[in-house]
């Protein structure tokens, strides 16, 4: 099966500007995540859809960050405006179930730059 | 998602096992302990899970302590590629708690 597909992989934007990442989850997954690692620091959760419903957005870190999966099916996050303090790398994750626990697949991320 | 301890970096010679501890002694009964790595800047890649049983898969080996405050991830053969950076997770594994995890250098 294809895999969690991020795009793009590399975004570099100056502070004030928008950016929006898209991420396209294993087809069938009902449950999509996103995260981030900003420099030098842990790999955060940031929120969690099932279908188009927001489950959870406790980790979403400001009002900047607008994040929609319309359909049910590709997710995108926008960052708007972007502050230095963004720059990191985010991921994107989709789930299925394996012997009764949630197992996340991850995709290669989507480092973003803010100048 | 429980708190979990991993040790910040273990090295291991290539062909032999390579065995990284994590502690999650707040664990509740139906939390799972999971196991994901880091290749490089990569997205972290899933290798294996287990609620109370030891598990093994083409991956790895999970052994997980009788009052599950602790388990430990068996790489059989490390090889070279196996040079990651190694999670260990307790919980649902969606609100995910990835800590700063354990750095395994294989060395040839």
């Known amino acids: 099966e294809a895999g969690v597909t991020q795009f793009p992989s590399h975004s570099v934007i100056e502070k004030g500007q928008t950016v929006t990442l898209r991420c396209d989850p294993i087809s069938g997954h009902d449950n999509l995540y996103w995260y981030r690692r900003v420099m030098g620091k842990e790999i955060k959760f940031l929120l969690h859809?099932?279908?188009?419903?927001?489950?959870?957005e406790s980790g979403m870190p400001n009002n900047r960050f607008l994040a929609e999966r319309t359909g049910g099916t590709y997710s995108t996050l926008k960052v708007q405006p972007a502050e230095l303090e963004d720059s990191g790398v985010y991921f994107c994750?989709?789930?299925?179930?394996?012997?009764?626990?949630?197992?996340?697949?991850f995709g290669a991320g989507s480092r973003l730059t803010v100048l | 998602d429980a708190k979990t301890t991993q040790p910040p970096s273990m090295d291991c010679a290539e062909g032999r096992a390579a065995n990284l501890p994590c502690n999650h002694s707040t664990i509740s009964g139906n939390e799972y302990v999971y196991w994901y790595r880091q290749i490089h800047s990569q997205g972290p890649q899933y290798i294996i899970h287990?609620?109370?049983n030891n598990e093994t898969n083409e991956m790895a080996s999970l052994i997980i302590t009788e009052d599950r405050k602790s388990s430990t991830l068996i790489l059989p053969h490390a090889t070279l590629r196996d040079t990651a950076v190694y999670y260990c997770?307790?919980?649902?594994?969606?609100?995910?708690?990835f800590g700063a995890g354990t750095r395994l250098f294989v060395k040839a």
């Open positions: 997770i307790a919980g649902w594994g969606f609100k995910t708690i």
């Open positions: 859809f099932v279908k188009e419903s927001k489950q959870d």
């Open positions: 994750a989709s789930s299925s179930r394996r012997n009764g626990a949630n197992v996340l697949t």
């Open positions: 287990g609620l109370k």
